[in-house]
């Protein structure tokens, strides 16, 4: 991509950096249904994957590069550390978008040098062309990141960012790769880079960074005031450790400050042109997608898509809003996509009616899906009497979720009271060899016997180590989401579900988890991910780049 200093690029890792949060792992299924919401949402770039990383990130990577990066769509990247073996799997993965990107990428900074990769700034130098070069002679679009640039030496970055250039490099990368970084001192280090990288003009700056304190927003709007041009980001901010910086913060910031930031476009304040190429409506439903299928909860109070982001406890704040909603509210919770909107649906509503509503709503579902989503609507709509945009919303995530499971939840009935020991009977079907076979067990609470009696049937070790549960819907037949996590060899395995029933929610969240586990599980022995990488590489790969 050519440099456009006119607009903002929006880079999304979400399905990168974004999986590589604790429990986040997606099948194949998730992460189509997130790219091809990203390309609705209007991302400039979607990172898919590592492809080198594993036959199923490579796969996923392929599949979305053909089926998500159509004439008109985002740019697909993969990533690749700076190697031979890496970018060529990567072109190979994103070779069937007409819009692809190889992102390479190797450390700059002594402390990752002397411990990580053990070479010298001299072995960079040679690498860093010579990796870029042949990337360039694969495919036309390539970005190179200078991995821990916050705390690399000025001096030596500019060089490495000099000679990337000229061997070919369209996008620079900065990265905050461990979130150090203070505002002031991003912005310094863009502004530097600019002034002291004599091709610069050649290529756009990028800036990526994590929020290990609290402030990759903040560092990433420094850095548009002072000349980078894509921001590399993820929805809900999810990510390595403390996550990476907000697709919705960053987006909104440029919208609502939208003259502000202009000044530093050469645009007169009062410009009406957007800084992103971002569909603003799209966003809060991009952010429960993710948030679903993740599993990974979205804060109450988090900025943008947060349940309370829109809403007024304080009298005062009360009164003024019902007076004018300027007086406490800069954001129209219209404007991200967030409305009240209720269907005239029920009982005796036909497929193509929900169809419809689902297609307006920006869902896609294939004939399987739809009738799946169909059923349950009808189950939904014999105990509940008024059904939401968000009563669909939390059905139809569920139409993605491990489509080769191996467990699925055929009974479930409870016991509790204050005078009775809390008993589940669980009937679960194994879909490998059809058989049903129940379990009844006790508990100290309801759920903890559901999950007792699952894990005897299931006869997979593992630990729970997190249980939520919150509201779709206003009302005493609301639906209830529950999330559940649960870790087993210091890997960590999410399951989600949603029910008029909380304990049924819980019974079938519990049983996606152990499903993803048996699938991952199994997956590696077919195709143990590291075999053929030295000790290094496997350190290298498992926490890659930025």
């Keep these: 991509m050519s440099k456009d200093p006119g607009r903002i690029l929006i880079f999304d890792t979400t399905l990168r950096d974004g999986e590589q949060s604790p429990g986040a792992s997606l099948n194949l299924e998730e992460k189509l249904a997130i790219a091809h919401q990203l390309a609705r949402l209007g991302v400039d770039v979607i990172e898919a994957g590592f492809p080198f990383a594993s036959p199923g990130d490579f796969k996923a990577v392929n599949k979305i590069a053909d089926a998500v990066g159509k004439e008109n769509g985002p740019i697909i990247c993969g990533l690749a550390r700076a190697s031979k073996g890496d970018i060529k799997s990567c072109y190979e993965a994103v070779s069937p978008a007409p819009k692809k ?32 070069n042949y990337a360039k002679s694969l495919v036309d679009d390539i970005e190179f990141s200078c991995e821990d640039a916050s705390r690399s030496d000025p001096d030596f970055l500019y060089e490495v960012i000099q000679l990337a250039i000229s061997a070919g490099a369209t996008t620079i990368n900065i990265p905050d790769t461990v979130g150090f970084t203070t505002p002031s001192e991003f912005g310094k280090l863009i502004a530097d880079i600019n002034k002291n990288v004599p091709n610069i003009d050649e290529a756009v700056i990028s800036v990526h960074g994590h929020n290990d304190l609290g402030l990759a927003v903040a560092n990433f709007l420094e850095a548009v005031k002072n000349g980078a041009r894509q921001l590399e980001c993820t929805i809900n901010g999810i990510g390595e450790r403390a996550g990476n910086a907000s697709l919705e913060e960053l987006v909104m910031a440029l919208h609502v400050r939208k003259s502000f930031f202009n000044s530093f476009f050469n645009r007169n304040p009062d410009s009406p042109t957007p800084l992103t190429a971002i569909r603003t409506e799209e966003i809060t439903k991009t952010s429960r997608l993710v948030s679903n299928l993740t599993g990974m909860t ?150 903890d016997a559901v999950c007792e009696a699952l894990n005897k049937l299931a006869k997979v070790p593992n630990e729970l180590i997190e249980f939520s549960v919150k509201s779709v819907t206003e009302g005493i037949d609301a639906l209830g989401e529950v999330t559940i996590r649960i870790r087993r060899n210091n890997k960590i395995y999410s399951g989600h579900s949603a029910d008029t029933d909380v304990v049924v929610a819980a019974a079938n969240a519990y049983v996606n988890a152990l499903n993803r586990l048996i699938f991952s599980e199994k997956k590696n022995s077919i195709h143990p991910q590291f075999d053929t990488l030295e000790n290094s590489e496997k350190t290298s790969l498992s926490n890659p780049a930025n």
């Design 101 to 132: 990107r190889i992102h390479t990428f190797i450390a700059t900074s002594d402390i990752h040098l002397k411990h990580k990769l053990k070479k010298s700034r001299k072995d960079v130098l040679q690498i860093v062309p010579e990796m870029v």
């Design 298 to 447: 979205v804060q109450p109070n988090k900025a943008i898509v947060g349940a309370n982001a829109f809403a007024h406890e304080s009298g005062i704040h009360q009164d003024g809003v019902l007076k004018n909603r300027l007086t406490y509210e800069i954001i129209d919770a219209k404007t991200v996509g967030l409305s009240d909107n209720k269907i005239s649906l029920g009982k005796l509503s036909g497929r193509s009616a929900v169809r419809a509503r689902l297609e307006e709503m920006g869902y896609d579902l294939s004939r399987e899906d739809l009738n799946d989503a169909f059923a349950r609507f009808k189950d939904l709509a014999d105990r509940k009497r008024e059904i939401t945009d968000r009563d669909l919303e939390a059905i139809v995530s569920e139409q993605v979720q491990l489509p080769e499971a191996k467990f699925q939840l055929s009974l479930v009935q409870v016991s509790c009271g204050n005078a009775s020991k809390p008993t589940a009977t669980i009937t679960l079907l194994n879909t490998e060899d059809h058989t049903e076979n129940t379990s009844v067990s006790i508990g100290t609470g309801p759920v």
